[in-house]
């Protein structure tokens, strides 16, 4: 479960930058938006089991 650290350490800005947008999105366009913030989960474990290894760094060439 390392990777998932792994991915949350390189790149929580971004995760964080995903859950406003979609925030804002739902507050200004609609409330459908707010089904993306569930959703979230799927392509982050996606890729930290893809790009990093056991020990939470980052895979070398794939």
Do not use: H, S
């Not at 390189?10 to 859950?19: E, L, N, Y």
């Not at 409330?31 to 474990?45: D, E, N, Q």
């Amino acid at each position: 479960m390392n990777q998932l650290g792994g991915l949350w350490r390189d790149t929580w800005w971004v995760w964080i930058g995903f859950v406003v947008l979609t925030i804002v999105l739902g507050v200004t366009v609609g409330r459908f938006f707010y089904l993306l913030i569930p959703c979230l989960p799927v392509p982050f474990a996606y890729f930290a089991f893809n790009r990093y290894d056991e020990q939470g760094n980052e895979k070398a060439d794939l």
